[in-house]
């Protein structure tokens, strides 16, 4: 049900005016999707600010091929968040650009060209082939095997997540998501090239298991103890849906913000707003939530600004609540 609002006010942008101070102003603006942005700055701040909420973040993997990918290790060098959730091309992302630059490019290039010139296309960016699946490949064999030299024959995606974090440089999400104790959990890792070598490990290395139980057993032992939950979901698809998923056993997500471009008319759960998920006992009745119909490249940038001037130096911790 819509809430009442007061009268629509003017924004005000001056020289000194922050983003802060320009969300906040949205509230009251009548903007469209303006209310939207400026309700989700304040549900992440409420979230960010409750010691005794579990938070998440999950986000789809091209974004970590733009410059969104900065924020996201932001996130996480913060501790704003508790556990990840996110999709094999997140990790496929993260180790490709440690190694090799992705260039911009335009969504109106002719494919066939750029496949001559030896790139692939993702949108409006260009992902060197060369830097992409063989560097992969070399990587995730070379990191498998030292750790199965060192006796491991197990791994959940969390674990693969941390081993790949471990080895990689600065500016990578896994490097400081695995220095601080964030899992980064992959429900659907096989679909992705860190997920097929796996497979092709598993093909020299019979003895090695994925165990993606052990994924399930670290998210209920998170989830079934906390008092309050909430999240912030960057796109849709199974990142989205996992966290939704598991937040069900404890009677939904308290506090939730969703940025997606999809539209809801196909039913799809990547076009499902918040507020659908209510009815699945996914996110509580009584929530903080919003859906910010927004391309997640071009507004997050503006909501962590306007969230770190908030939060001041106080947005992290040292481990999810006890």
Not at 36 to 59: H, K, P, T, W
Not at 72 to 91: K, Q
Not at 126 to 137: D, F, K, Q
Request: charged residues 20%; aromatic residues 8%.
């Amino acid at each position: 049900m819509a809430r009442p609002g007061g009268p629509v006010r003017d924004v005000e942008v001056g020289a000194e005016a922050g983003a802060d101070r320009i969300i906040s102003q949205m509230a009251r603006s009548g903007g469209f999707e303006a209310r939207n942005m400026a309700d989700g700055l304040d549900i992440l701040q409420e979230m960010a600010s409750d010691a005794a909420c579990l938070r998440f973040v999950s986000f789809v993997g091209a974004v970590v091929s733009t410059g969104l990918r900065g924020i996201i290790s932001d996130m996480m060098r913060r501790r704003m968040f508790d556990v990840a959730v996110t999709t094999c091309g997140a990790l496929d992302h993260d180790v490709a650009r440690s190694h090799a630059d992705y260039t911009g490019g335009s969504f109106e290039m002719d494919d066939a060209e750029v496949a001559d010139g030896g790139s692939h296309r993702l949108g409006s960016v260009l992902v060197p082939a060369s830097g992409y699946g063989p560097l992969i490949e070399g990587r995730m064999q070379e990191y498998l095997e030292e750790e199965y030299a060192a006796g491991r024959r197990r791994m959940s995606t969390a674990d693969v997540a941390g081993m790949i974090g471990r080895r990689l440089g600065r500016g990578s999400f896994l490097r400081e998501a695995a220095g601080n104790g964030i899992p980064v959990v992959v429900p659907g890792i096989m679909d992705g090239a860190v997920g097929s070598q796996l497979w092709m490990f598993a093909q020299k290395r019979p003895d090695f298991a994925l165990d993606v139980m052990a994924d399930a057993e670290l998210l209920s032992g998170l989830v079934f103890k906390a008092e309050r939950s909430g999240a912030l979901m960057i796109g849709g698809g199974i990142s989205k849906h996992h966290t939704l998923w598991w937040n069900q056993y404890r009677k939904g997500l308290d506090y939730a913000l969703y940025v997606t471009t999809a539209q809801e008319f196909d039913g799809s759960l990547s076009g499902a707003p918040v507020r659908e998920a209510v009815s699945w006992g996914k996110v509580a009745r009584g929530a903080r939530q919003a859906t910010l119909h927004a391309e997640a490249t071009a507004v997050l940038p503006f909501l962590y600004a306007a969230l770190l001037s908030r939060l001041g130096g106080a947005a992290g911790r040292a481990g999810p609540p006890a």
